[in-house]
C-alpha cells in the first residue's frame, strides 16, 4: 500500500549532522504511523524515533534524545530524521518504516509493516 526511499546518508565527522528524508509513494501517508530504525553491523535493528499520524506526538530511544529530531510533512509525503551531534556509534544504515495502527508507542519492528532499503550512515572520529 506504500512504498518508501529513504535518502541523506552519508560520511560525516563526529559532531556534526546530517538529514535523512524517508519518501512515501502512497497518497495515503497521513493515515501511517512512521519510525526510524537503524541497523549497525552485528547488531540487531534497533528503534530511534517515531511519529504519530499527525505529527503531534514523537518519541525517541534515550540515545538520541536531544540530538535527533523526526518531524513530517504530509503534504510532500515525507518523513525526515534530523540528525545533531553525531557520534560514530550512530554509524549504521537507518531505515524508515511505516504502519496504519494508531497505537502511539510503535518501538518495535513487529509493529511495522512497510520497510524502506536503508541509508547507510557513517560518523567518522
Known amino acids: 500500500q506504500v512504498q518508501l526511499i529513504e535518502s541523506g546518508g552519508g560520511l560525516v565527522q563526529a559532531g556534526g549532522s546530517l538529514r535523512l528524508s524517508c519518501a512515501a509513494s502512497?497518497?495515503?501517508?497521513?493515515?501511517?504511523?512512521v519510525g526510524w530504525f537503524r541497523q549497525a553491523p552485528g547488531k540487531e535493528r534497533e528503534f530511534v524515533a517515531t511519529?504519530?499520524?499527525?505529527?503531534?506526538?514523537?518519541y525517541y530511544t534515550d540515545s538520541v534524545q536531544g540530538r535527533f529530531t523526526i518531524s513530517r510533512d504530509n503534504a510532500k509525503n515525507t518523513v525526515y530524521l534530523q540528525m545533531n551531534s553525531l557520534k560514530p556509534e550512530d554509524t549504521a544504515v537507518y531505515y524508515c518504516?511505516?504502519?496504519?495502527?494508531?497505537?502511539?508507542?510503535?518501538?518495535?519492528?513487529?509493529?511495522?509493516?512497510?520497510w524502506g532499503q536503508g541509508t547507510q550512515v557513517t560518523v567518522s572520529s
Open positions: 502512497g497518497r495515503t501517508f497521513s493515515s501511517y504511523s
Open positions: 518504516a511505516a504502519d496504519t495502527k494508531t497505537r502511539f508507542y510503535m518501538v518495535t519492528v513487529n509493529d511495522y509493516d512497510y
Open positions: 511519529i504519530s499520524r499527525s505529527g503531534g506526538r514523537t
